[in-house]
């Protein structure tokens, strides 16, 4: 893999951060003083601009690296992943978007503090927050450090590490000096540029089998060396009832994780009105479901075309399925087809992670500023502090979400965000629902709603097969396993809402029927939202 390809990709890349970094210069003459500005871009994008950032937010490493490798190496239980991602954007849409920009104002704990003591619910909403997002920026950078390890021809784990703490280092560049207006759009560049190279690569795979898309599946099935059980359920999850559970459980996950993401939910508050985020929202599915239906192409591509020895042998997890088979249909190592698929492939990938990056690292830091540190302050802290805080939070992001991406760099990068998606599904997803839909919801609900979800995901996640127990593991030289799924929303997200329950009945504080009132005659009519 050592050759020209390589120059190329990484002179397409270069092209990117450059132009990347030009619009973040640029956006940083602006006011990024001020917190509409540097937290929602100053609430100016249109529905298709936003709609667009939205699926360039949502279309991770995790969807164009790791859920082809999946299906390449899995076949039907890959599918999982496409359906799961998807289908979640129902509930967004009917359930969340609307009332989310209309009750809040940068972050989730601002929609569950319209009603509760502000406090504790900002302090354990953020936690929760902070939590989610960085767990989601893991998957990202160990997809960096397999982009990086392939194209420069797997020189060992320097050149991985040195790839993630390059993200890194970018993503806080982008965050603390552009805020959401040049992260915005470094996103709808990077959702156009994805959304081109899948379509591209997506009819090359059905001119190599002639627009026979049953030809393409059997060959798939053949070279998998399982073959029709490679198009059937059970090849990765239906081996005995514990693979099952976790069939099950991942699923939940993903139809629910999504309402419970931070960097997903800050969106919906870049647009102006409530009408403007349900429309940014149906931009957004059509993009992202014409992406997703093409990604299934591209992984029984890869099995039919590049085979699963040869994933396997370039990474264990199938985080290069892709890039491989843009090499191999431009007609090979060695020929300027494939050297300049291979490159602009390489090129989009790393857009894809570094626009997704800055998106969550956004996030997570407005969260530190926002709900936590201005807790601390009493709700004090003025809003130039706040803007300061939230450029250092993003540093300290940073680096904690590269040392956990070194650590975590053999996993799969869609399982990784699988993951995040359970944490967000049991500690955020609760809280949201009962703050927006149940009359007599407390502070105590609220906060036990938050914890009771996310020390039980974390907790169950450490105790998994994913930290422990097995060769895959991220410790596989020790051994304290004792829950068996790998995924622990089956488990924790039902504790989240129990708990949430549980605080509420048992509170003495009764619930504030102004409040509510309040704030639901605003979720539903749009009335003094900001």
Same mark, same amino acid.
């Given at each position: 893999?050592?050759?020209?390809?390589?120059?190329?990709a990484l002179?397409?890349?270069? !092209?990117?951060?450059?132009?990347?970094? *030009?619009?973040?210069?640029?956006?940083?003459r602006?006011? #990024?003083?001020?917190?509409?500005?540097?937290?929602?871009?100053?609430?100016?994008?249109?529905?298709?601009?936003?709609?667009?950032?939205?699926?360039?937010? /949502?279309?991770?490493?995790?969807?164009?690296?790791?859920?082809?490798?999946?299906?390449?190496?899995?076949?039907?239980?890959?599918?999982?992943?496409v359906?799961?991602?998807?289908?979640?954007?129902?509930?967004?849409?009917?359930?969340?978007?609307?009332?989310?920009?209309?009750c809040?104002?940068?972050?989730?704990?601002?929609?569950?503090?319209a009603?509760?003591?502000?406090?504790?619910?900002?302090?354990?909403? *953020?936690?929760?927050?902070?939590?989610v997002?960085?767990?989601y920026?893991?998957?990202?950078?160990?997809?960096?450090?397999?982009?990086?390890?392939?194209?420069? *021809?797997?020189?060992?784990?320097?050149?991985?590490?040195?790839?993630?703490?390059?993200?890194?280092?970018?993503?806080?560049? /982008?965050v603390?000096?552009g805020?959401?207006?040049?992260?915005?759009?470094?996103?709808?560049?990077?959702?156009?540029?994805?959304?081109?190279?899948?379509?591209?690569?997506t009819?090359?795979?059905?001119?190599?089998?002639?627009?026979?898309?049953?030809?393409?599946?059997?060959?798939?099935?053949?070279r998998?060396?399982?073959?029709?059980?490679?198009?059937?359920?059970?090849?990765?999850?239906?081996?005995?009832?514990?693979?099952?559970?976790?069939?099950?459980?991942?699923?939940? !996950?993903?139809?629910?994780?999504?309402?419970?993401?931070?960097?997903?939910?800050?969106?919906?508050y870049?647009?102006?009105?409530?009408?403007?985020a349900?429309?940014?929202?149906?931009?957004?599915?059509?993009?992202i479901?014409?992406f997703?239906?093409?990604?299934?192409? $591209?992984?029984?591509?890869?099995?039919?075309?590049?085979?699963?020895e040869?994933?396997?042998?370039?990474?264990?997890?199938?985080?290069?399925a892709?890039?491989?088979?843009?090499?191999?249909?431009?007609?090979?190592?060695?020929?300027?087809?494939?050297?300049?698929?291979?490159?602009?492939?390489?090129?989009?990938?790393?857009a894809?992670?570094?626009?997704?990056?800055?998106?969550?690292?956004?996030?997570?830091?407005?969260?530190?500023?926002?709900?936590?540190y201005?807790?601390?302050?009493?709700?004090?802290?003025?809003?130039?502090?706040?803007?300061?805080?939230?450029?250092?939070?993003?540093v300290?992001?940073?680096?904690?979400?590269?040392?956990?991406?070194?650590?975590?760099?053999?996993?799969?990068v869609?399982?990784?965000?699988g993951? !995040?998606?359970?944490?967000?599904a049991?500690?955020?997803?609760?809280?949201?629902?009962y703050?927006?839909?149940?009359? *007599?919801?407390t502070?105590?609900?609220?906060?036990?709603?938050?914890?009771g979800?996310?020390?039980?995901?974390?907790? $169950?996640?450490?105790?998994?097969?994913v930290?422990?127990?097995?060769?895959?593991?991220?410790?596989?030289?020790?051994?304290? #396993? /004792?829950?068996?799924? #790998?995924?622990?929303?089956?488990?924790?997200?039902?504790?989240?809402?129990l708990a949430?329950?549980?605080?509420?009945?048992?509170?003495?504080?009764?619930?504030?029927?102004?409040?509510?009132?309040?704030?639901?005659?605003?979720?539903?009519?749009?009335?003094?939202?900001?």
């Open positions: 893999m050592i050759g020209h390809h390589q120059a190329l002179l397409l890349f270069s !092209a990117f951060v450059a132009v990347t970094l *030009g619009i973040t210069t640029w956006v940083s602006n006011r #990024q003083g001020s917190e509409d500005e540097f937290y929602v871009g100053g609430r100016l994008f249109s529905p298709m601009e936003n709609g667009f950032a939205i699926a360039g937010d /949502y279309m991770s490493a995790a969807s164009f690296l790791g859920v082809a490798g999946l299906i390449a190496l899995f076949g039907y239980d890959g599918l999982l992943y359906v799961g991602f998807l289908v979640a954007w129902l509930v967004v849409l009917f359930l969340v978007a609307e009332l989310v920009r209309n809040g104002r940068f972050t989730l704990a601002d929609v569950v503090a009603r509760m003591s502000e406090r504790p619910v900002r302090i354990a909403a *953020g936690t929760s927050s902070v939590t997002s960085v767990l920026l893991v998957a990202q950078m160990v997809g960096a450090g397999s982009l990086v390890a392939l194209l420069l *021809g797997n020189t060992g784990e320097a050149a991985r590490a040195w790839a993630v703490i390059g993200v890194g280092a970018l993503m806080v560049i /982008y603390s000096l805020g959401m207006r040049a992260t915005t759009w470094i996103q709808i560049v990077k959702a156009v540029l994805l959304l081109c190279g899948t379509i591209a690569l009819v090359l795979v059905l001119v190599r089998f002639h627009g026979d898309v049953d030809r393409l599946l059997l060959t798939a099935a053949e998998s060396g399982h073959g029709a059980a490679f198009l059937a359920p059970g090849l990765k999850y239906g081996g005995d009832w514990t693979a099952r559970f976790d069939f099950m459980s991942l699923g939940l !996950a993903l139809v629910l994780g999504t309402a419970g993401l931070p960097h997903i939910l800050s969106r919906f870049t647009v102006p009105t409530a009408r403007a349900r429309r940014s929202v149906v931009w957004s599915i059509g993009l479901g014409g997703y239906l093409m990604t299934i192409v $591209l992984g029984f591509g890869a099995a039919a075309i590049v085979g699963p040869t994933m396997r042998g370039s990474n264990a997890a199938g985080n290069t892709v890039p491989l088979l843009a090499l191999d249909l431009g007609g090979g190592a060695e020929s300027t087809g494939g050297t300049v698929l291979f490159a602009l492939v390489a090129a989009i990938a790393f894809t992670i570094l626009a997704v990056v800055a998106g969550i690292t956004l996030a997570s830091s407005a969260s530190v500023a926002h709900d936590l201005a807790s601390l302050r009493r709700g004090q802290a003025k809003p130039r502090s706040e803007v300061a805080v939230a450029r250092i939070a993003a300290g992001i940073g680096v904690v979400a590269i040392g956990l991406g070194l650590l975590a760099r053999d996993l799969n869609a399982f990784l965000v993951l !995040a998606f359970a944490v967000a049991s500690a955020n997803l609760p809280v949201l629902l703050s927006l839909f149940w009359r *007599g919801f502070t105590r609900g609220a906060v036990w709603a938050v914890y979800g996310l020390v039980p995901a974390l907790v $169950l996640v450490v105790l998994s097969p930290v422990s127990g097995s060769p895959e593991s991220l410790f596989p030289g020790v051994d304290f #396993q /004792y829950f068996p799924l #790998q995924n622990p929303g089956l488990v924790s997200i039902p504790l989240g809402f949430g329950w549980l605080g509420t009945v048992t509170s003495a504080e009764i619930a504030d029927e102004a409040r509510h009132a309040e704030a639901e005659v605003r979720s539903l009519t749009g009335a003094g939202a900001v």
